[in-house]
Nanobody, 116 residues
């Protein structure tokens, strides 16, 4: 049974930073793409950033230059470093992993609130 566990969300003031992490439990995992998504109240879930197994990254225009995604293939973990946070970044953030031969998995989500 594969599970994704996120951590690192919370309340931060505008201009502040947070780092989200996501870890996949399970043995002998081979993970293709990983990604972070977010969903704000009343809005659809959107892609924030993604990273391939080889390390190629893709970012939403709204977070380019402020967020950095990274992964550790040996540990089956993924990070999202979020800097210069804005109130419009407030959302529930979800991690997603495409695990070879097993399918697509989502974490339960972690709340990020940017407010003074």
């Amino acid at each position: 049974q594969v599970q994704l566990v996120e951590s690192g969300g919370g309340l931060v003031q505008p201009g502040g930073s947070l780092r989200l992490s996501c870890a996949a439990s399970g043995s002998a995992l081979s993970i293709n793409a990983m990604g972070w998504y977010r969903q704000a109240p009343g809005k659809q879930r959107e892609l924030v950033a993604s990273i391939t197994r080889g390390g190629s990254t893709n970012y939403a225009d709204s977070v380019k230059g402020r967020f950095t995604i990274s992964r550790d293939n040996a540990k089956n973990t993924m990070l999202l470093q979020m800097n210069s946070l804005k109130p419009e970044d407030t959302a529930v953030y979800y991690c997603n992993m495409d695990i070879r031969w097993r399918g697509d998995y989502w974490g339960p989500g972690t709340q990020v609130t940017v407010s003074s």
